[in-house]
């Protein structure tokens, strides 16, 4: 069992940064492909960014690349989300993922993947 909790979500004025973090437990930690997705209302999650165990492969939706970074430090068993020009339409919750090991290092963008997940923090940025 795989637990998460995110932190670092808030207000923000249109064009700012903020960074979320994703606390997780496990002794295998540096082995999950880690995700984060995002969660309009009424809609289903979509991908943001995923990473796999040793950092060393990202992705990244287009609606965020180049604008979003994600990361991890393996020794804190945390994985990050780096968030930068924010705009109006990147007020959602967001989620951290794990898929505890099933992707077997290969990264996805499905979050029916990842069987794990962290109760989501909620970023609003204002215009």
């Known amino acids: 069992q795989v637990q998460l909790v995110e932190s670092g979500g808030g207000l923000v004025q249109a064009g700012g940064s903020l960074r979320l973090s994703c606390a997780a437990s496990?002794?295998?930690?540096?082995?999950?492909?880690m995700g984060w997705f995002r969660q309009p209302p009424g809609k289903e999650r979509e991908f943001v960014a995923a990473i796999s165990g040793s950092g060393g492969t990202t992705d990244y939706a287009d609606s965020v690349k180049g604008r979003v970074t994600i990361s991890r430090d393996n020794a804190k068993n945390t994985v990050y989300l780096q968030m930068n020009s924010l705009k109006p339409e990147d007020t959602e919750v967001y989620y951290c993922?794990?898929?505890?090991?099933?992707?077997?290092?290969?990264?996805?963008?499905?979050?029916?993947?990842?069987?794990?997940w962290g109760q989501g923090t909620q970023v609003t940025v204002s215009s």
């Open positions: 993922a794990a898929d505890g090991g099933l992707l077997r290092g290969t990264l996805n963008r499905k979050s029916w993947r990842y069987p794990f």
């Open positions: 496990g002794r295998t930690f540096s082995s999950y492909v």
